[in-house]
């Protein structure tokens, strides 16, 4: 079954402290991830995709295909990270190609 | 990037009726998804939007509750019918292929109230 676990539904940190929220997926295919954000009042914006390999506001993601995560990981919080983080995982369904979407982990970093 | 455009933005409506929910792309697109998120939820994809061709519905999900209309490549509606304080959500719209890295883009949902 196609699934996208996220276990922590909070996770909060102190500024400057280093974040690691997880996430871990389930896919017979080969895995096309995302990490989301949404921060208060805004709509849902894509943060980074593991293909690309980038690094976006300090965040990085490793796909780990041994161990079906997809970890997103900054060494150093900053209050203004603080918001829901949604890992997503493409899929194939009847009608071409869909994300799928865990339940999403509240990020609160305070100083 | 392409932006989306999404309304009514929030409504409150009585149980029992309709309401149709409109989706404005800014570029031509050939996918549109529309999600569902509950409260204290995650997003769940309701069904995909082809233009020309019917929508495919998720598991769950059923034409005659949510009835989509794809007239076009820059358009699509997604009606919530015959509602129930259940149907309260966030309805988003989405499409793929618009932005750097393929990404997928979500309008700024619809917070639907059922009364």
Not at chain 1, 66 to 94: I, R, W
Request: with cysteine.
């Amino acid at each position: 079954a196609q699934r996208v676990t996220q276990p922590e539904k909070l996770l909060s940190v102190f500024k400057g402290a280093p974040v690691e929220l997880k996430c871990n997926y389930s896919y017979s295919g080969s895995p096309e991830l995302f990490w989301y954000v949404q921060y208060s009042r805004q709509r849902l914006q894509l943060l980074l995709r593991h293909i690309s390999r980038e690094s976006i506001k300090g965040f990085t993601a490793d796909l780990n295909k041994g161990e079906t995560s997809f970890h997103l990981k900054k060494p150093f919080a900053q209050e203004e990270d603080s918001a829901m983080y949604y890992c997503a995982l493409s899929t194939v369904n009847q009608a071409g190609t869909a994300l799928i979407f865990g339940k999403g982990t509240t990020l609160s970093v305070s100083s | 990037s392409a932006v989306i455009s999404q309304k009514p933005s929030r409504d409150i409506c009585q149980r029992g009726t309709s309401l149709t929910i409109q989706c404005q792309v800014d570029s031509q697109v050939t996918m549109m998804f529309w999600y569902r998120q509950q409260p204290g939820q995650s997003l769940t994809l309701i069904a995909t939007a082809n233009q020309g061709s019917e929508a495919t519905y998720e598991s769950g999900f059923v034409i005659d509750k949510f009835p989509i209309s794809r007239p076009n490549l820059t358009f699509s509606t997604l009606t919530v019918s015959n509602m129930s304080p259940e149907d309260s959500s966030i309805y988003l719209c989405s499409v793929s292929g618009i932005q750097q890295g393929n990404g997928y883009t979500f309008g700024s949902g619809t917070r639907l109230t059922v009364v």
